[in-house]
């Protein structure tokens, strides 16, 4: 028992960057907070995310494809622009009475954004985003890991992107 301890408190140690995943779902848009996420090839260039596997964001991947990582920026700004992701696209992720669990969060309804070549959202606030292609989707424990190529990106203003070291958010253990 005092090894799963160990187990999980090294785990948290283990540093991330911390990003907002775009999709969507028809004109239907979410955005979900993601650090799971890793270039796996140079050529092609390649991108791994690992998504819970009853993620709307997932969903939307799997129907659409084509999905945006937004890179948002190491300062109390860009914090609070990630905390307004923490929610699940459907509250019966999260549990709770059934009268609950129909509901849903569009987290994009108040957030301004664009849309990037391929339609995801690119939210204003965000340093720069990048536009990925799901071609592969790889089962991994209760995560779904997903492959993708990066089609294109865009910078939008300089500075250092945010991590889990600075947020103190753990998503591991
Ligand atoms: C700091 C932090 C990091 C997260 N990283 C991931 C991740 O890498 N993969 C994932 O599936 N969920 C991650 N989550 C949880 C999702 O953001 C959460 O399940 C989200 O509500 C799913 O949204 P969706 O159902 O709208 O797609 C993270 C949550 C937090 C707070």
Redesign the pocket.
């Known amino acids: 028992m005092a090894r799963h301890h160990e187990v999980q408190d090294v785990m948290e140690q283990m540093s991330y960057g911390?990003y907002i995943v775009g999709s969507r779902s028809g004109d239907d848009a979410?955005g979900?907070?993601?650090?799971?996420?890793t270039q796996v090839s140079f050529e092609p260039r390649l991108v791994a995310?690992?998504?819970?596997n009853d993620?709307?964001?997932?969903e939307n991947i799997r129907a659409a494809r084509v999905f945006s990582i937004n890179l948002l920026s190491q300062d109390e700004a860009g914090m609070a622009l990630a905390a307004k992701?923490?929610?699940?696209?459907?509250d019966a992720?999260i549990g709770g009475r059934t009268a609950l669990a129909a509901r849903v969060h569009n987290?994009l309804d108040q957030i301004p954004h664009t849309l990037s070549p391929g339609g995801c959202p690119v939210l204003d606030g965000a340093l720069a985003w990048i536009e990925c292609e799901a071609e592969q989707f790889v089962a991994a424990g209760d995560?779904t890991l997903v492959i993708a190529r990066v089609r294109d990106a865009g910078k939008l203003r300089e500075g250092e992107p945010l991590t889990?070291s600075y947020?103190g958010?753990?998503?591991s253990g």
């Open positions: 911390l979410d979900m907070m993601a650090d799971w996420v995310l690992a998504f819970e993620a709307r964001t997932l992701f923490a929610q699940p696209y459907y992720k987290k995560h889990s947020t958010w753990s998503y």
